[in-house]
Every structure is written in structure tokens, then in C-alpha cells.
T-cell receptor
Framework: AQKITQTQPGMFVQEKEAVTLDCTYDTSDPSYGLFWYKQPSSGEMIFLIYQGSYDQQNATEGRYSLNFQKARKSANLVISASQLGDSAMYFCAMRVGPGNQFYFGTGTSLTVIP | DVKVTQSSRYLVKRTGEKVFLECVQDMDHENMFWYRQDPGLGLRLIYFSYDVKMKEKGDIPEGYSVSREKKERFSLILESASTNQTSMYLC????????????FGAGTRLSVL
């Protein structure tokens, strides 16, 4: 069975500091994709970053990077230089199998403190 | 930019009513999805579609149906709304190749009274 686990319901970070949001996954399929989404209070899910299971290097997109540790089945999101606008819910997701279905974690609420 | 548009941001309906939630995407994506989001449960897949007139059940299809008559439009139907269907509903679309990134609409917050 496919599973995504986010164990941090809530996190706080000081403005301009870096923060790591944890995500572990479970699948027996060798081909999968890992995604992070941001959901501000407005409700829209915003795509942040993608990591493929065969990618050799960790993905980076601006201030976002994905710390991919395949052996540990973890895909943590690192946000550098936090900004007040980063306060939101963050969801980790996995795509696996031929159906392009996504499996989502329960999310982490991030609050950036001025 | 990809745009996924959901017809309503907020909707209030009465128990037993038939409810239609509409979703339109403008990027010619093959795949479209309907999720519901509840606090502490994350996003749960209701139905998805690979192509026009195709539909597949997700994890929680009971009480819902879908329609995809045109490639750009995917409708979620609550045949007889119940209070336990009060939730946030999110529509998404993606291509069937490359990274398959799902792009989401702004969501519809449905209250069933």
C-alpha cells in the first residue's frame, strides 16, 4: 500500500531562518514522483517542487529544496530564509503507479514569526 | 500559466439537494481529479478521469458521481447531499506524461445544512 506521512502538525520558524518540513513515504514501486504543495489560507494548492525517484540530485526551486534520501524513504522540504508569506499549510504528495494518482500527507502548518 | 477554475468558492445547500460542482482547465490536460479536504485527513481522492467520458473511482466515491463530456470540464455531482459531505472540494488537472504535476483550482467550500 502507498503511504505518505507528515509527523509535524505545526511548526514555527523565525523570519529569515531556514526550516525543514518532514515527509516519509512508503511504496514498493521503483518508479514514483514526490511533490510538495503550499496551501495558504485562501485555499488554493500551489505546486512548489518535484523529485523523481530516479533523479540523482536533490531538486531545488529558488528558496525551496527537497532533501531526498531514497534509502530512508524521506523527502523533506527545506525552506531557506523564511518570509512572512511562507506561513501556510504544506503538503507532501507521492505519485505512483500507472494511474497518475497522488497520495497526500496530512499536512504541516508553518507559521513564520516576525 | 495553467489555470484551473472552480465555479464557486462558497456554496450552501440543503440536505437532499442535488449539487453540481464544476471545474474547467485551460491547458488541454488529459487527467482531471476531484478531492475533498477535511482537517487532519489531508486530501482524499473522490474520482478521477483520464480522458473524455472516462472515469475511475478514487478512495471515497460513495455518494458522488462525475461527468466528463468535454476534455476541459470535469463535474462532481452529489446526488442527494448529506451533512457529512460538508467539506472543501478541490479540483486538479495534469498531463499524462513528464512529471504529471497536478495543478489545482481555488477550491469550493460546501456547507450542507
Amino acid at each position: 500500500a502507498q503511504k505518505i506521512t507528515q509527523t509535524q502538525p505545526g511548526m514555527f520558524v523565525q523570519e529569515k531562518e531556514a526550516v525543514t518540513l518532514d515527509c516519509t513515504y512508503d511504496t514498493s514501486d521503483p518508479s514514483y514522483g514526490l511533490f510538495w504543495y503550499k496551501q495558504p489560507s485562501s485555499g488554493e494548492m500551489i505546486f512548489l517542487i518535484y523529485q523523481g525517484s530516479y533523479d540523482q540530485q536533490n531538486a531545488t526551486e529558488g528558496r525551496y529544496s527537497l532533501n531526498f534520501q531514497k534509502a530512508r524513504k524521506s523527502a523533506n522540504l527545506v525552506i531557506s530564509a523564511s518570509q512572512l508569506g511562507d506561513s501556510a499549510m504544506y503538503f507532501c504528495a507521492m505519485r505512483v503507479g500507472p494511474g497518475n494518482q497522488f497520495y497526500f500527507g496530512t499536512g504541516t502548518s508553518l507559521t513564520v514569526i516576525p | 500559466d495553467v489555470k484551473v477554475t472552480q465555479s464557486s468558492r462558497y456554496l450552501v445547500k440543503r440536505t437532499g439537494e442535488k449539487v453540481f460542482l464544476e471545474c474547467v482547465q485551460d491547458m488541454d490536460h488529459e487527467n482531471m481529479f476531484w478531492y475533498r479536504q477535511d482537517p487532519g485527513l489531508g486530501l482524499r481522492l473522490i474520482y478521477f478521469s483520464y480522458d473524455v467520458k472516462m472515469k475511475e473511482k478514487g478512495d471515497i466515491p460513495e455518494g458522488y458521481s462525475v461527468s466528463r463530456e468535454k476534455k476541459e470540464r470535469f463535474s462532481l455531482i452529489l446526488e442527494s447531499a448529506s451533512t457529512n459531505q460538508t467539506s472543501m472540494y478541490l479540483c486538479a488537472s495534469s498531463r499524462s506524461w513528464m512529471k504529471n504535476i497536478q495543478y489545482f483550482g481555488a477550491g469550493t467550500r460546501l456547507s450542507v445544512l
